[in-house]
């Protein structure tokens, strides 16, 4: 089946409600989110985003998206983004992807790119990449992005300050990105067969209540069969 949606939809639909949200806002203090804008540089000359200060035109934020396959702490993705913070002088840059997005500091001396994250947002648990078309990704997004934006401008105006407060987020992070994005590929394929077999479903009827586990209703919907493919995971 044909993708309907790729890292460009994404970076769209992302924009629009990060702007909507800044117009709305009395306390968010940006101006614009601007898309594939020229950085200025000779080398790495477009980021995928840009977002200016309404009180300082020193301040802007790069931002570096990928689609749901990628993990948005991934070495590759952070070390684009910083790049092309470090080149223009801006304090902080984003990664992220339909399910997350992370605040990083670009200059902190004596530690790794990775060291300088400050702060992971979960977005949505998608599927696929298509599903950002979905009425229900906005709606569930929306809250989430309030706070992030408003967190964001607090730390790059120095309104709080936030500091990383456990390497075992980070490796937790990780792993539920690998569950998240090998759970998205199973799950037509387990569809297709527990639909199909009703001794299979009643094994696992059997099983999940055994174990208590939680999060599984037994009506093997999609909703059901992903969640027990991310245990499975």
Request: some cysteine; proline content about 4%; charged content about 30%.
């Given at each position: 089946m044909k993708k309907l949606a790729n890292e460009r939809t994404f970076q769209g639909r992302l924009f629009i409600l990060i702007q909507n949200l800044i117009d709305e806002s009395k306390t968010i203090e940006f101006d614009k989110i601007y898309q594939e804008q020229n950085t200025g540089t000779t080398s790495a000359k477009f980021s995928d985003g840009t977002l200016t200060s309404s009180t300082n035109s020193n301040k802007k934020i790069f931002i570096e998206l990928k689609n749901a396959s990628w993990d948005a702490s991934d070495d590759e993705l952070v070390m684009d983004a910083a790049n092309k913070a470090n080149m223009n002088g801006a304090e902080y840059f984003i990664t992220g992807?339909?399910?997350?997005?992370?605040?990083?500091?670009?200059?902190?001396?004596?530690?790794?790119?990775?060291?300088?994250?400050?702060?992971?947002?979960?977005?949505?648990?998608?599927?696929?990449?298509?599903?950002?078309?979905?009425?229900?990704?906005?709606?569930?997004?929306?809250?989430?992005?309030?706070?992030?934006?408003?967190?964001?401008?607090?730390?790059?105006?120095?309104?709080?300050?936030?500091?990383?407060?456990?390497?075992?987020?980070?490796?937790?992070?990780?792993?539920?990105?690998?569950?998240?994005?090998?759970?998205?590929?199973?799950?037509?394929?387990?569809?297709?067969?527990?639909?199909?077999?009703?001794?299979?479903?009643?094994?696992?009827?059997?099983?999940?209540?055994?174990?208590?586990?939680?999060?599984?209703?037994?009506?093997?919907?999609?909703?059901?069969?992903?969640?027990?493919?991310?245990?499975?995971?």
């Open positions: 992807t339909p399910r997350q997005l992370i605040i990083f500091q670009t200059f902190k001396p004596n530690t790794t790119l990775q060291e300088r994250k400050l702060k992971i947002y979960t977005l949505s648990n998608v599927k696929k990449d298509d599903d950002i078309l979905l009425p229900q990704y906005e709606r569930e997004i929306l809250p989430k992005l309030k706070i992030f934006l408003q967190e964001l401008s607090d730390i790059v105006h120095g309104v709080k300050e936030v500091n990383w407060d456990s390497i075992d987020k980070f490796f937790v992070n990780r792993l539920s990105n690998y569950i998240l994005e090998a759970s998205s590929f199973m799950i037509e394929p387990m569809f297709k067969r527990i639909t199909k077999e009703k001794t299979l479903q009643k094994r696992l009827r059997e099983y999940l209540t055994e174990q208590d586990i939680f999060n599984v209703t037994f009506k093997f919907d999609s909703n059901d069969i992903y969640n027990i493919c991310q245990l499975t995971n």
